[in-house]
């Protein structure tokens, strides 16, 4: 069965790639035709502003081929069968992904560069992991696993509190993370490596399948998307990614591990409100510039330099949450 479930998703996963491959040069280019591209912030590092007009939204082809290839796929094939787990996934993925496309709209065809206002944002980010909650409660329990100690604990209704924030959180610390060339994809790839493992491990196979054709999309993106960016994911790609692996985690009972595996993403955020908290009470900056990577941007490091460094770090996060899992 073990073996079924990884031929299947290797199959799946290739053909995702494929498709990823052969469809993203006439996206770049159809982007470009409709003027669909990047503006930088004024405010932002001197580096970045060559960036401007490189088309945005690329996060719709790793949402729409993996999402639709599984749809259909769960048709014909027992490892690819719909569930209440693969309902959750799917919406978060496809739910944050319209969220952020809604943003991404206003700032690119409306040319506001604040987008969605960030207390509308935020709303409907709660209302999305609320529905989520609601589906998920009523087939699964509200224990979460505690690594190491290897107990359950039942949080009841404060479970609830926790899918807010952990949903609201990752999509933001994700959203976040999404400021150089290949750095966000790239993290998410090694984020999911071993939530696909644990997937395999607990026998829920249909969630591993999504889990590698979901990474072979994005390996598929990064081909575009690494320095020099001929592509972004734009918001609609980044809070679809926070939501997925934030849906993931949740269904796989796998909470806080991904505080663990997803650590650089947190980084990213926490620097953010540290930054900002410092500032208004002291009017000084902890950091050269917020998120982390721009920090290390601004002290002379290449962005390919600190795009390298991150992703060692998350591969260093990901060995350590399979430890975790395992021990």
């Known amino acids: 069965m073990v073996y079924s479930a990884w031929m299947t ?17 006439g996206l770049i280019r159809y982007l470009h035709k409709i003027k669909f591209g990047q503006t930088e912030r004024e405010e932002g590092l001197e580096s970045h502003k060559k960036k401007n007009g490189t088309p945005t ?17 769960s048709f014909i094939l027992p490892d690819m069968r719909f569930s209440q787990n ?3 996934i ?8 319209l969220i952020g496309f809604l943003d991404d709209y206003i700032i690119v065809v409306k040319k506001d560069n604040e987008g969605l206002k960030p207390g509308a944002k935020f709303l409907l980010q709660a209302v999305l992991a609320i529905i989520f909650f609601m589906i998920y409660r009523s087939g699964s329990s509200t224990e979460i696993w505690i690594p190491l100690a290897d107990i359950y604990i039942d949080l009841g209704w404060a479970y609830f509190l926790l899918v807010v924030l952990m949903f609201t959180a990752e999509t933001n610390a994700v959203n976040l993370t999404d400021g150089i060339d290949g750095l966000c994809a790239g993290l998410m790839v090694i984020a999911l490596v071993p939530f696909a493992v644990f997937a395999s491990v607990q026998h829920q196979y249909p969630v591993l399948v999504l889990i590698i054709m979901v990474i072979a999309s994005l390996i598929g ?10 592509i972004f994911m734009g918001d609609t790609g980044s809070l679809a990614l926070g939501g997925f692996i934030a849906a993931v985690a949740m269904v796989l009972k796998q909470e806080l591990l991904l505080v663990i595996i997803g650590f650089v993403f947190v980084a990213e955020v926490l620097s953010v409100i540290i930054q ?15 998120p982390l990577h721009h920090h290390f941007e601004k002290g002379g490091m290449t962005e390919t330099a600190v795009v390298h460094r991150f992703w060692a770090a998350g591969i260093l996060l990901a060995a350590l949450g399979l430890l975790l899992y395992f021990l």
Do not use: D, E, Q, S
Request: overall charge positive; proline content about 4%.
């Open 9 to 25: 998703a290797i199959l799946a996963g290739v053909i995702c790639l494929v498709i990823m491959l052969m469809i993203m040069p």
């Open 57 to 73: 939204m690329g996060g719709l082809a790793f949402i729409l081929v993996p999402t639709i290839i599984y749809i259909a796929g």
């Open 86 to 88: 693969i309902l959750i």
């Open 90 to 97: 799917l919406l978060a993925y496809v739910g944050y992904g």
């Open 221 to 230: 993106y990064l081909r575009f998307n690494l320095h020099p960016a001929k």
């Open 276 to 290: 900002v908290t410092h500032f208004k009470r002291t009017g000084k900056r902890i950091f050269r510039m917020a």
